[in-house]
């Protein structure tokens, strides 16, 4: 595991079966894949409401499963946001997608042991 800690993913999905687990984790690659496609359009019309809104949506799919780096990242990207801070977002928004990179990894590892 690079990024989710699984003992802590278990705790916070012990009320799911086996097949609602995957389910998430398939929910979020795709709501992962859509926010990321508004957060590039709204970043090249720099549209900071678009950009608040996909960042903080973001931070609560990932909030349920780890509250590291990539929590921490989108929190301060939607921050960034709503001051809107054009080139602090340009500059740590690659960060941040490489961390979900790493995150996706790990739940498709995840998804694998189930």
């Given at each position: 595991?690079k990024?989710?800690?699984?003992?802590?993913?278990?705790?916070?999905?012990?009320?799911?079966?086996?097949?609602?687990?995957?389910?998430?984790i398939?929910?979020?690659?795709?709501?992962?894949?859509?926010?990321i496609?508004v957060?590039?359009?709204?970043?090249?019309?720099?549209?900071?409401?678009?950009?608040?809104?996909?960042?903080?949506?973001?931070?609560?799919?990932?909030?349920?499963?780890?509250?590291?780096?990539?929590?921490?990242?989108?929190?301060?990207?939607?921050?960034?946001?709503?001051?809107n801070?054009?080139?602090?977002?340009?500059?740590?928004?690659?960060?941040?997608?490489?961390?979900?990179?790493?995150?996706?990894?790990?739940?498709?590892?995840?998804?694998?042991?189930?």
């Amino acid at each position: 595991m690079k990024i989710l800690n699984k003992s802590q993913f278990d705790k916070n999905f012990s009320f799911f079966d086996t097949k609602t687990k995957k389910e998430i984790i398939e929910l979020f690659k795709v709501e992962y894949q859509s926010k990321i496609e508004v957060i590039d359009t709204s970043l090249i019309q720099k549209d900071f409401d678009d950009l608040i809104f996909s960042f903080h949506s973001l931070k609560g799919v990932i909030g349920n499963f780890e509250l590291g780096a990539p929590y921490k990242k989108a929190k301060e990207l939607e921050l960034l946001s709503k001051e809107n801070n054009y080139t602090s977002i340009v500059e740590k928004l690659p960060l941040f997608k490489e961390d979900i990179k790493l995150l996706i990894e790990d739940l498709e590892e995840i998804k694998k042991t189930l």
